[in-house]
């Protein structure tokens, strides 16, 4: 295994919910990223986040780790989840609080389901 795949693996192990993204929590710097960092926020989910734009080793790593291409993705429980659009799809039809259900990451799902109703 890589220095880096070792890198992401232990991120990925260390954290019930890992999103890799463009920026911060706080200060997203791409749309896609925000927008997954925003739900996962709104949401009251606690999760790491990596900032891709700081390490170009884990911006690459990550893509091949996963075969994804794309930036942002998220990880819950050591699972790939996806990036920005499964993430979106995922919150709108409730699978994501599922997800978050069955393996027991908390959440607030009165939150969940404003963001259900303000997208209806």
């Known amino acids: 295994m890589s220095d880096v795949t070792t890198r992401i693996r232990d991120l990925i192990d260390s954290h019930d919910v890992v ?3 463009k920026g911060t929590k706080e200060m997203p710097q791409c749309g896609f990223s925000s927008r997954v960092a925003g739900v996962l926020n709104y949401m009251g989910v606690s999760y790491k986040d990596v900032n891709v734009l700081t390490d170009p080793d884990i911006r690459q790593g990550i893509k091949d780790f996963s075969d994804w291409p794309t930036i942002p993705q998220l990880y819950v429980k050591g699972e790939f989840v996806g990036g920005c659009d499964i993430v979106t799809e995922m919150t709108l039809s ?11 990451v908390a959440y607030d799902k009165a939150a969940a389901d404003k963001i259900r109703e303000a997208n209806a």
């Open 19 to 21: 999103l890799f993204m």
């Open 94 to 104: 409730g699978e994501l609080d599922q997800m978050f259900d069955q393996k027991a």
